[in-house]
């Protein structure tokens, strides 16, 4: 019954999405309790799966019960189900700011959310290489639907370019899995893993070829240097709601590049071993340059928000490319940086609402109502996102570094990317919250709650000025509780570090022995 933990994470969201799109003419308040409480059953069985693999068990689901690796199978280790459980946790609070208006501007929001969380579970939760590719669609064709909810021509344009840049990397990773199969004879993660060590010397080219490939559409996935200039349009574009979601979307390429780094080209893979450790420090180095220049460049809190994931993006890989001390600390930091992306995002989205002219620009523009709460919750996503003590950024950026001594170009980057975020955060903020100019209050009032009104009702005129007001409190508070939320979580990691990093250096060691997951894999016992 153990192993059948393994494909709840998928199943839930796919029953959900269905039941959602048979309920589509049930009232939007209801669609949004069932979303709701779906993700919280995702939640629970991701705890119930990380419970259950915590202590180093390798569990695999055999679809159809037929061996690997001949069969499509779902496994789940430690690494798996810690991103399963930081995309359920995402998207609760993703959810609930959704269901302040934005589920309302466009058709089958829910569905599409639900659809998105099945593709990411499947990407984390396979153990084949193909429906790697298949789990990768899934979640794109949902996202490409995300992406351009609600329309118009701004949200369309970066919407397309988000588009065709994936729609190429599909293309690219099917080049890539064809040359690893030509090579290697599987597409079954485990089983290239066993048969990496052995390969025969006519067969390293393709190999190589194939593997490179597979890099290239990780990181576009990812996100990294030169391939990252979908990522800026495309967040910004999009609803604040999906771009917090998005912010698990570059993990997803980091989760493929770890997984096949250290499963199919490591230590024990022959000639094959390290084949992507020269690029993976140069890019993540250079990731994190850019993606801080862009963050000094932004004009707008959003697109700060979006630089800053890439400058996270780069900070994780240079984890990733040191050492097993380094996953451990960039499987640390993994949460931290995508619930504070996701965050800012947010807190964007909702001083933008209340901002009568300038929206989240950095322009002068008049104090919003409660500028006091507002910019008190942005001093406390800014120390998150620097990486600034007590919270858990500073925890996982000083174990990045202590995992590499001796490298002084990588402390210089990564020191000097958290300087210039720190610079481009307070700016904002001082922008923001600081630069105001005395204008009419009353006709900002008005302007200020009626635009509100109309984010959060596109569809219905409101009778009363009794009936708005009750619709902007709601929406008020799901920002609050959606806000609120992520800061709790980023306070968890903060109070549980210790824990939290006893896993993920056990999470580490499991990646480094990948004859612990081949194993589990071929022969069915963990």
Do not use: C
């Amino acid at each position: 019954m153990m192993a059948h933990l393994v494909i709840a994470p998928i199943l839930l969201p796919f029953v959900s999405g269905a039941l959602l799109l048979a309920m589509g003419r049930l009232s939007l308040p209801t669609q949004r309790w069932v979303a709701v409480g779906s993700v919280l059953a995702q939640i629970a069985a991701a705890i119930a799966l990380l419970v259950a693999v915590s202590n180093g068990d390798i569990l695999v689901y055999r679809l159809g019960d037929w061996p690997a690796p001949w069969g499509i199978v779902l496994v789940a280790d430690r690494l798996a189900a810690w991103m399963v459980l930081i995309t359920t946790l995402l998207a609760l609070f993703a959810a609930i700011f959704a269901g302040g208006g934005v589920d309302a501007q466009g058709r089958h929001f829910h569905v599409l959310f639900q659809m998105q969380l099945f593709g990411l579970a499947g990407a984390f939760l396979t153990g084949d290489l193909f429906n790697l590719f298949v789990f990768f669609e899934i979640l794109l064709i949902a996202s490409y639907g995300l992406a351009l909810h609600g329309g118009g021509a701004t949200r369309t344009r970066a919407g397309l370019h988000y588009v065709v840049m994936n729609l190429a990397g599909s293309t690219v990773f099917l080049f890539g899995a064809g040359l690893t199969y030509a090579a290697l004879g599987s597409l079954n993660l485990a089983d290239l893993a066993a048969k990496a060590a052995t390969l025969a010397p006519d067969q390293l080219g393709l190999a190589r070829a194939g593997g490179l490939l597979l890099l290239l559409v990780f990181g576009l996935k990812a996100a990294l240097l030169p391939l990252h200039l979908w990522l800026p349009r495309a967040y910004v574009g999009t609803s604040a709601p999906v771009a917090a979601l998005f912010a698990i979307m570059t993990k997803v390429g980091l989760y493929a590049i770890l997984r096949t780094h250290t499963l199919l080209f490591g230590n024990e893979a022959g000639e094959l071993a390290d084949l992507f450790t020269p690029w993976l420090l140069p890019l993540a180095l250079t990731t994190i340059a850019v993606g801080t220049l862009g963050a000094l460049a932004a004009s707008s809190l959003a697109r700060l928000a979006a630089y800053l994931v890439l400058v996270s993006v780069g900070t994780l890989l240079a984890g990733i490319s040191v050492s097993t001390e380094g996953i451990a600390a960039a499987l640390y930091y993994m949460p931290h940086s995508t619930f504070t992306a996701a965050l800012l995002f947010l807190l964007a989205d909702a001083i933008k609402r209340r901002r009568l002219v300038s929206g989240d620009s950095f322009a002068v523009d008049a104090d919003m109502p409660r500028h006091v709460l507002w910019g008190s919750l942005f001093f406390a996503a800014a120390v998150a996102v620097a990486g600034l003590p007590p919270l858990s950024g500073f925890i996982g950026k000083f174990l990045i570094l202590r995992a590499t001594p001796g490298q002084p170009w990588v402390w210089a980057v990564i020191l000097l990317g958290a300087l210039l975020s720190l610079i481009a955060l307070a700016r904002a903020g001082s922008r923001i919250f600081f630069a105001s100019t005395p204008m009419a209050t009353a006709p900002a009032t008005a302007t200020t709650a009626t635009v509100s009104t109309a984010l959060i009702t596109p569809t219905a005129s409101i009778g009363t000025s009794a009936v708005s007001d009750s619709v902007a409190m709601r929406s008020s508070a799901r920002e609050l509780w959606a806000i609120g939320g992520l800061l709790g979580l980023i306070l968890a990691l903060t109070v549980a570090a210790g824990p939290a990093v006893d896993f993920a250096r056990a999470s580490a060691q499991q990646l480094a022995n990948p004859a612990l997951y081949i194993t589990a894999v071929l022969s069915g016992k963990p």
